[in-house]
């Protein structure tokens, strides 16, 4: 069955450096990898959408990769902030229209 | 202007009760979700429907119906509560069934079986 994981569950930064998050997938080759950010008591929100022939999508202070080879998608925060703390989670899309996430990292930014 | 909105934002009941959760969008959308999430945060999708038409039933036990009456509805309705359908309910709605599209969710629904 397809599968997407991500690493760490939690994960503690110091205030301005670069948070690294991780999402591996298996069984399958997503055409889509999306990545939203949860904040408590909230839904998610929509951050990126990075396609299987991009290998890097940014958006100011965020950037997604997509390895096929590796089959993973690393995303970063650069100069993260305390506000950039919450449940960051990946996701795709089956074959069938099916979204699929992953268990999500929740990240902590350390003032 | 709220894009995604559910009612009741929490619902607390007994055991054997039967419940109804109401999501609308007003983003013109064609596809409605509804998803839960579980005490361990885990998002699973439940149910998705695309022009009021039924697309995705994730093997959710018959206790749940989803009902759309127009694009810009989609509600759940629960039957027989049990102590496992405990968990927090989110409504999410995209474009289309394009599979790269950006789905805009709701602030959830915390349902409490007791």
């Known amino acids: 069955s397809q599968k997407i994981e991500q690493n760490s569950e939690a994960l503690n930064i110091q205030e301005g450096k670069t948070a690294t998050l991780t999402c591996n997938y298996t069984?399958?080759?997503?055409?889509?990898l999306q990545w939203y950010r949860q904040d408590p008591g909230r839904g998610p929100v929509f951050l990126l959408l990075?396609?299987?022939?991009?290998k890097e999508k940014r958006k100011e202070r965020l950037k997604v990769t997509f390895d096929t080879t590796l089959k993973q998608s690393l995303f970063h925060i650069t100069a993260s902030q305390p506000a950039d703390s919450a449940t960051y989670l990946c996701?795709?899309?089956?074959?069938?229209?099916?979204?699929?996430f992953g268990t999500g990292t929740r990240l902590k930014v350390l003032a | 202007d709220t894009a995604v909105s559910q009612t009741p934002k929490y619902l607390v009941t007994q055991m054997g009760n039967d419940k109804s959760i109401k999501c609308e969008q007003n983003?013109?959308?064609?596809?409605m979700y509804w998803y839960k999430q579980d005490s361990k945060k885990f998002l699973k999708i439940m149910f998705s429907?695309?022009?009021?038409?039924?697309?995705i039933n994730e093997t959710v036990p018959n206790r749940f119906s989803p009902k759309s009456p127009d694009k810009a509805h989609l509600n759940l309705h629960i039957n027989s509560l049990e102590l496992g359908d405990s968990a927090v309910y989110f409504c999410?709605?995209?474009?289309?069934?394009?599979?790269?599209?950006?789905?805009?969710f709701g602030p959830g629904t915390r349902l409490t079986v007791t």
């Open positions: 990075i396609r299987e022939n991009e």
């Open positions: 983003l013109g959308h064609d596809t």
């Open positions: 999410a709605s995209s474009q289309d069934l394009g599979r790269d599209g950006e789905q805009y």
């Open positions: 996701a795709h899309t089956s074959g069938t229209y099916k979204y699929i």
């Open positions: 429907y695309n022009n009021k038409e039924l697309i």
């Open positions: 069984n399958y080759s997503p055409a889509y």
